[in-house]
């Protein structure tokens, strides 16, 4: 019993401070004049990593627009003192290979971090053009503190001694190092020593493949389009479930945790990998929809461990910290059921013709009032390699159907 108490008592700290391991996303407020009213919007901090280095910022206000949350974390990979990383840069072996050794675990007020892209895993790694040192914009917080959860810290290059700094140029925000300051919220992502103590259970941006069954998966078919009559999702066995086309990522609708440990009834959204489109229902219809119609009423999902005929009253209220390890990767199983209509995730099977296969049985996806007794998921993570190799696929085909167009 004591020991369960100081667990918990170390994980509300984990929780409380930023450290070195975690994830983080950096946001800022933009405030703009419109027909007579001011408007303030907020944006993360963000690239995309494959193809292009430059940061830039994505809006992370409006919950009917998804934001792409995977671009905006960034790994707290190396922290130091000033007088720390002077004399790592003076040494003869100067900062290479240094990532991630040393330093402090717990995030300090005037120390230097180092900030790696989770999704490209890209920084800068010789010299001072990949150090900032973190300051406090508040008076009620002062040097050599420890940087807590949700502060507002402005952002220095230990290079040129500039600013992280947003701009608006030409209607289009962007970020540059400046003399001019921005007051940057420290968001938490993922407690990374929480992540480490919980392998193995499902978090908040997993990237993973949705069991039905041992031997079929939820994908889409090979000939996928965004035409009506071709934009369905299906189960399928065989080669599909080792294939990207299989690929999902879960995507907790709060901003704050995003990484964190997903339970039961947690509102999410399930985006398809190599076409980067979301699941989504109308009617009863089971589809996947572009980013800018993915509304909150369309995606949004939870998992159940029962299919419980009491309508689920879901708290709007962003929960606090990493949650509690409930989902577990190839045991647990899970109802999917559909927050704004209440209709279970469940199937359809049909007899279709496939040229030079004849008539087979196709499982379809749709959205049914009760569904079937096996409509249950089992969950299996994705490879490393795997998520990587399908990203890739999802920016190659956007390019190429845009040069197409």
Known sequence: MVRFGILEEVEDLDCQYIEKGDIVALNCVSSNAHDGSVASERFCLCTEGFGNRMCTLENVSDKDVPADIAMCMLYIDNALSM?????????????????????????????????????????????????????????????????????????????????????????HYVVIASFHQTLWNIASVSSGSIRTRNMGYLFGNDVLRLFHGNDECLTIPENWSEHPQHNMVIYEGGAAVSQARSLWRIEPVRMKWHGALLGWDQVFRIRHITSGRYLGVIDSSVQLHHRDK?????????????????????????????????????????????????????YQTSEVTKKGLGKVEEKKAVALKDGHMDDCYTFFMALEEESKSARVIRKCSSVLNRFLK
């Open 294 to 346: 993915a509304t909150l009423e369309v995606t949004a999902f939870v998992m159940c461990q029962n299919k419980d005929p009491k309508k689920q009253m879901l708290d709007e209220k962003e929960e606090e910290g990493m949650g509690a390890a409930t989902i577990q990767y190839g045991e647990t199983d899970a109802f999917i059921q559909h927050v704004n209509s209440q209709l279970w995730l469940s």
């Open 83 to 171: 007088r720390a990383l002077q004399e790592m840069m003076s040494a003869d072996n100067e900062v290479k290979g240094t990532s991630g050794s040393g330093g402090h675990k717990t995030l300090l007020y005037g120390h230097a971090v180092q900030l790696k892209h989770v999704q490209s895993e890209m920084e800068t790694n010789e010299g001072e053009a990949c150090w900032w040192t973190i300051h406090p914009a508040s008076k009620q917080r002062s040097e050599g503190e420890k940087v807590r959860v949700g502060d507002d810290v402005i952002l220095v290059s230990v290079a040129t001694e500039r600013y992280l700094h947003m701009s608006l140029n030409r209607n």
